[in-house]
């Protein structure tokens, strides 16, 4: 289908979305990522997940394809996130906002509860409009969670460091609530992955090398799940934090200037 001229208040992949939904007729409906690659049964597990865990979305997250040092240092960071701070037991359920992750590489949603949610025209205007439509799902009273989807799916968001750099500073300034959720986020990051190998080297700190033990033993643990690389780069996990940090900040500072766009559009 031929796509309409972008309205006032709409950004541009929100608006896509929402023309798709409009000329789809299944019961389950399917947002892909161009970049993404499936398995030949991907969509078939996906609404099989969807049902047999009687959960009104699902976000399962494709297997991130890094290349080069700056996307093998950031890229992992995605699943190990929400991997590692995300009760997925809880968030299945709840309402809460922070316990919202989601990507719109591979979003999967029961039809009746996207048109209970607004569909996309509740998100319109949002940069994560994957996150935010999970949790307009979540606020008309349905459920949802992300789950591991590298078994059904791969991608490779970015292939190079400006890519990469561009990509993420175009959203990172709404992930955390305002500047001052993002100085909280980065500070605890920083505070758990970065000071105690810091603390190791400069003072050699036994509590410092179990700190950062513990970090990398982490990034494994991740990494084998969703079939990431482990040597080198979970030895990097400190770095990782640090870049994404400044990355956080990165966002920040172009959204004070309002230098922020993606693909040629202005974003914020």
């Known amino acids: 289908m031929t796509g309409k001229a972008l309205p006032p208040g709409w950004l541009g992949k929100p608006h896509a979305c929402h023309q798709l939904s409009q000329a789809a007729t299944g019961s389950v409906l399917c947002f892909v990522d161009a970049d993404v690659t499936f398995d030949p049964r991907a969509l078939a597990a996906a609404v099989r997940l969807l049902r047999s865990s009687r959960l009104d979305a699902i976000s399962p997250y494709p297997r991130q394809l890094a290349d080069g040092p700056g996307p093998r240092l950031v890229q992992p960071l995605i699943e190990w996130s929400w991997l590692t701070m995300l009760p997925l037991g ?43 439509l999970l949790r307009a799902v979540k606020r008309s009273g349905g459920s949802g969670v992300a789950a591991d989807g590298s078994a059904m799916a791969q991608c490779r968001m970015y292939d190079s460091w400006d890519e990469l750099v561009d990509g993420y500073t175009k959203s990172l300034w709404t992930a955390f609530g305002g500047p001052a959720g993002s100085l909280a986020v980065v500070g605890a990051l920083g505070l758990v992955y970065v000071a105690p190998p810091v603390a190791a080297l400069l003072t050699g700190s036994r509590a410092g090398w179990v700190g950062y033990g513990a970090g990398v033993l982490g990034r494994v643990m991740v990494a084998r799940t969703t079939a990431q690389p482990v040597l080198p780069d979970v030895l990097a996990h400190p770095v990782s934090i640090a870049v994404f940090g400044a990355l956080v900040a990165e966002s920040w500072r172009r959204r004070g200037q309002g230098s922020l766009t993606w693909k040629g559009r202005s974003v914020g």
Not at 109 to 124: E, F, N
């Open 90 to 132: 809880v968030a299945e359920r709840s309402p809460r906002p922070s316990l919202a992750a989601a990507t719109g590489q591979f979003f999967v949603i029961d039809a009746d509860a996207y048109q209970r949610a607004g569909g996309h025209a509740s998100v319109a205007e949002e940069v994560l409009d994957d996150v935010g």
